[in-house]
Nanobody, 115 residues
């Protein structure tokens, strides 16, 4: 079992930045991949950014050049740096980790971007 705890959400204005953190209860290098999904009201959950245990990263097109996923192995933490935020980035952001074919989820953190 893996526990994931997110922090860092909040309310910002368009163009500002936020940093989301996800603290894992086990060594993140043991996870096949980790990343962030988001879900806006009335929309499906979508994968925003992911990082493999080898360090490869991927992003959805709408956040490329604005969001950066990274990890701190010593702290077992995955970070999503979000710059130049837009109102359409408003959603609940969920951290996930995949291990042994099982996805583990955090509780979610709200990000609201006002125009």
């Amino acid at each position: 079992q893996v526990q994931l705890v997110e922090s860092g959400g909040g309310l910002v204005q368009a163009g500002e930045s936020l940093t989301l953190s996800c603290a894992a209860s086990r060594i993140i290098l043991s996870m096949r991949s980790m990343g962030w999904f988001r879900q806006a009201p009335g929309k499906q959950r979508e994968l925003v950014a992911a990082m493999s245990n080898g360090g490869s990263t991927s992003y959805i097109d709408s956040v490329k050049g604005r969001f950066t996923i990274s990890r701190d192995n010593a702290k077992n933490t995955v970070v999503l740096q979000m710059n130049s935020l837009k109102p359409e980035d408003t959603a609940v952001y969920f951290c996930y980790g995949n291990s042994g074919g099982v996805n583990y989820w955090g509780q979610g953190t709200q990000v609201t971007v006002s125009s």
